[in-house]
């Protein structure tokens, strides 16, 4: 089994979760999005404001 961290993600997440008042795992959410990963999950309406 392989195990992968995306470090770079985790980081620009943490950037934004410095600059908003979103939790870490829905910025790290709107990251993957911007990043052209195509299907993400939240689990709380926090995440609503960066739907198109």
Not at 7 to 12: D, M
Not at 15 to 26: A, R
Request: net charge negative; charged share 25%.
């Amino acid at each position: 089994m392989n195990v992968y961290e995306d470090v770079i993600y985790y980081k620009q997440a943490l950037k934004h979760t410095l600059i908003n008042n979103i939790g870490f795992f829905d910025n790290l959410s709107y990251v993957m999005r911007n990043n052209d990963i195509k299907e993400i999950t939240s689990f709380d309406s926090d995440f609503d404001i960066f739907m198109i």
